[in-house]
Antibody
Framework: QVQLVESGGDVVQPGRSLRLSCAAS????????MHWVRQAPGKGLEWVSF????????TYSDSVKGRFTISRDNFKNTVYLQMNSLRAEDTAVYFC?????????????WGQGTRVTVSS | QSVLTQPPSASGTPGQRVTISCSGS????????VNWYQQFPGTAPQLLIS???HRPSGVPDRFSGSKSGTSASLAISGLQSEDEADYYC???????????FGGGTKLTVL
């Protein structure tokens, strides 16, 4: 069955780091671009980052550029989000999403989300 | 302030047809395809419409998407109570090199 499962969310203090993981199954992970999207409590969706299917290209939103790094392991069918220098405004549920070839950046597959809380 | 502009709320009665608008610019909707997502409280979003007007497998044909110039619309015909959810539009922005979302529209079925 097609599935994305995130893990790694936690409560952390401002300035600390956290790494999120997203494990894929049931589809050809190595053909999909992968994205991270977050949703702060009571707010809308905010795109965070994406990584090309082969890891050759990545982009970030201005709000996380220089602090977050996306990576993937196509042998482990997993995408990661390394989050450094965390701020209170990074508090959100983080979703990973899969974007198949020629889909026009449409997120066909979503994980259930993992919650990150940044608080002292 | 979202790059794509949606009305914060919309409503309709069962059986009605409602539309949700999404306004952007030449660097996103004007030159790229638009995707729509449906999200129920406490759950992950789901793709509703891709490539501006394509329904993924399993999406009822009551849902349809269209695009004209720098605006897009999601139409829901034969409104049902289970359609009550938040709806988001999104597109790639070629100037910002990011995916941009609308602020979301909360649909209420009266």
């Amino acid at each position: 069955q097609v599935q994305l499962v995130e893990s790694g969310g936690d409560v952390v203090q401002p300035g600390r780091s956290l790494r999120l993981s997203c494990a894929a199954s049931g589809f050809t992970f190595s053909s999909y671009a992968m994205h991270w999207v977050r949703q702060a409590p009571g707010k809308g969706l905010e795109w965070v980052s994406f990584l090309w299917y082969d890891g050759s290209h990545e982009t970030y939103s201005d709000s996380v550029k220089g602090r977050f790094t996306i990576s993937r392991d196509n042998f482990k069918n997993t995408v990661y989000l390394q989050m450094n220098s965390l701020r209170a405004e990074d508090t959100a549920v983080y979703f990973c999403a899969g974007d198949p070839p020629s889909s026009g950046f449409a997120f066909h597959i979503w994980g259930q989300g993992t919650r990150v809380t940044v608080s002292s | 302030q979202s790059v794509l502009t949606q009305p914060p709320s919309a409503s309709g009665t069962p059986g009605q047809r409602v539309t949700i608008s999404c306004s952007g610019s030449s660097s996103n909707i004007g030159s790229q395809t638009v995707n729509w997502y449906q999200q129920f409280p406490g759950t992950a979003p789901q793709l509703l419409i891709s490539l501006s007007n394509h329904r993924p497998s399993g999406v009822p044909d009551r849902f349809s998407g269209s695009k004209s110039g720098t605006s897009a619309s999601l139409a829901i015909s034969g409104l049902q109570s289970e359609d009550e959810a938040d709806y988001y539009c999104a597109a790639w922005d070629v100037s910002l090199n990011v995916v941009v979302f609308g602020g979301g529209t909360k649909l209420t079925v009266l």
